[in-house]
Nanobody, 123 residues
């Protein structure tokens, strides 16, 4: 089991910034790749960003590249998603998830999931 908890969501105006955090268990967190996914009402869950266990590799969806930055601090068992220049289309529930292997954008390959945090961008 890898319990994950997301924090940092909220309401922000378009063009603003938010930082989401994913906090995990100290005993297991560092060995997993972490991904951020989001799901808007009526839409499929989509990959946003991913990071490998050490933090040395990152990948992003094209829709957020250049605006979002993923990072991790294994000493604190956290993975952050810094979101800048937010757009109305970024409105969604954001989830972090843990996978044994880095690189997948397929949600089915992520084994553990947090409950999610709501991000709402007003236009």
């Amino acid at each position: 089991q890898v319990p994950l908890v997301e924090t940092g969501g909220g309401l922000v105006q378009a063009g603003g910034s938010l930082t989401l955090s994913c906090v995990g268990s100290k005993s297991t967190f560092a060995s997993y790749a972490i991904g951020w996914f989001r799901q808007a009402p009526g839409k499929e869950r989509e990959f946003v960003a991913g990071i490998n266990w050490s933090g040395g590799l990152e990948n992003y969806a094209d829709s957020v590249k250049g605006r979002f930055t993923i990072s991790r601090n294994n000493a604190k068992s956290t993975v952050d998603l810094q979101m800048n220049d937010l757009k109305f289309g970024d409105t969604a529930v954001y989830h972090c998830a843990a996978a044994n292997l880095y690189g997948s954008r397929n949600s089915s390959e992520y084994e553990y999931w947090g409950q999610g945090t709501q991000v709402t961008v007003s236009s």
